[in-house]
């Protein structure tokens, strides 16, 4: 009797440690320059965040997903935002006499801060949301926790996290 329970556990440990995703996911490494950030995953060097979306995406955490729309997101408000700021100041190019020099420069200067601001923020979900992908791809990680009992007494716990 132990016996066969002994193979039926050796036979269900041996498919559940061989049946890995379909998916096979990569890391990916992030290369800043001083005028652009590449991005290279499985070989192929991509200069666009949007590039990433997919894999992102395909690693189905809710974390990543989120953090990467609220990059989208933010990406497109400082678009948004550098397009008024480009009608405006074609707007005063054509009609120099609406020009009202105080209200002008304070405008453009808001908009400049609020468009840092947004690529800013876009940069920092970006790079939370591929820290967090790399975390989930790769593949074991140690922990190592130190707490003391109700009496004073220290305690270790060592967890290790594989994926298969």
Request: net charge positive; aromatic share 14%.
């Amino acid at each position: 009797m132990k016996f066969n329970i002994l193979i039926l556990f050796i036979i269900g440990f041996h498919f559940d440690s061989f049946a890995q995703s379909d998916k096979d996911f990569h890391s990916i490494e992030v290369k800043r320059g001083v005028f652009s950030t590449k991005y290279i995953y499985n070989g192929q060097t991509f200069e666009s965040p949007y590039g990433l979306q997919i894999p992102l995406i395909q690693v189905n955490d809710s974390e990543v997903t989120r953090d990467f729309n609220k990059f989208k997101n933010s990406m497109k408000t400082a678009k948004v935002i550098g397009l008024i700021t480009s009608g405006l100041s074609l707007y005063v190019l054509f009609r120099p006499d609406k020009r009202d020099s105080d209200s002008y420069w304070a405008a453009l200067g808001t908009a400049g801060l609020v468009s840092a601001f947004f690529n800013i923020r876009s940069n920092i979900l970006l790079d939370r949301s591929v820290k967090r992908y790399n975390k989930i791809v790769s593949g074991t990680e140690l922990g190592l926790k130190y707490d003391r009992t109700y009496y004073g007494i220290g305690i270790l716990g060592v967890g290790i996290s594989h994926r298969f």
